[in-house]
């Protein structure tokens, strides 16, 4: 299920690329330098690569084996010189970001004058689907939990060793460690059948849906001098549980189409006289 749900997470990215080349080609055609907040495994920056930018990603925690190499770095507190980079880039990394307005304040230092932004984002409606199949996403929780732990959950665990991991004779033989059961329990929680927990920063699901209205974002990216050029609806309506991927696609496009889409994209310009596309 995981594979598959990796697999649908980047075709659906892959999309949304596809949305936002009338921005993205004219300056990969220059072989811009770019910055990618939060690249994770690298998808995406493998993707800007063979699009024709000269890719730097960061990530506080970059998961490997990756698809590009991607540097441990805090978007907060950038390591590089001023006017650094052509365009920054982020996929549903902003509304996760802690200190918002000094991480914008870093990216505006590296960025370089006349530079561009893109951030793709979550909007209400993707939280709106997210609580409204939230029933069906803790089932499957509970699923991907037992396949997970099956082994090691409930091992007969009678002591807890000194590094942390509780000793016993179940099926596993390797024991099982207190975070897992953290864990376990975390996704357990019975009052998830009906609440999403939160993405990102909001105290809850429902503050998502104050917080991620597009008005809401532009008025943070004016408050630190961003020039807000446009604002995308990107082609797709899912929920974070990604039931069924690959199904649908057709009623999935037409609602967003529709203004039903999970995620948009905020072009930014560090000179409100910016026009890549010229």
């Known amino acids: 299920m995981r594979n ?8 659906a990215r892959d999309l949304e690329l596809e949305a ?4 993205l080609l004219p300056m990969a055609e220059k072989k811009a330098r770019l910055l990618e907040i939060g690249g994770g495994n690298g998808y995406l920056a493998k993707c800007l690569t063979e699009m024709g930018f000269d890719v730097v990603s960061i990530d506080p925690q970059p998961r490997q084996p990756g698809f ?12 590089f010189s001023d006017d650094s980079f052509d365009i920054i880039f982020s996929s549903n990394v902003m509304e996760h970001i802690e200190n918002l307005p000094d991480a914008l304040r870093e990216m505006k230092r ?14 209400p409606f993707c939280t709106m689907l997210t609580i409204l199949t939230q029933p069906i996403g803790y089932l499957m929780g509970l ?6 732990f099956r082994r090691r959950l409930f091992p007969g665990a009678k002591t807890v060793s000194s590094d942390n991991t509780i000793k016993g004779n179940g099926p596993s033989g390797n024991g099982c460690r207190k975070e897992n059961i953290i864990e376990a329990l975390r996704i357990i929680n019975p009052f998830r059948i009906v609440v999403s927990p939160p993405h990102g920063t909001s105290p809850t699901c429902f503050a998502e849906l104050r917080d991620w209205r597009p008005n809401v974002w532009c008025e943070k990216f004016e408050q630190a001098d961003f020039q807000v050029r446009e604002v995308i609806h990107l082609p797709l309506a899912y929920s974070r549980h990604m039931i069924l991927p690959f199904h649908f696609i057709d009623i999935r496009k037409h609602l967003a189409k529709e203004g039903v889409t999970s995620c948009m994209a905020y072009i930014l310009s560090k000179d409100d006289d910016t026009d890549t596309r010229s």
């Open 68 to 79: 590009y190499p991607v540097r441990t770095g805090d978007g907060s507190k950038l390591e």
């Open 110 to 123: 590296v960025l370089k004058s006349g530079g561009l932004m893109v951030h793709t984002m979550p909007t």
């Open 20 to 23: 936002l080349k009338q921005w």
């Open 143 to 148: 699923s991907l939990l037992y396949r997970r």
């Open 4 to 11: 598959k749900a990796m697999q649908w997470l980047n075709w």
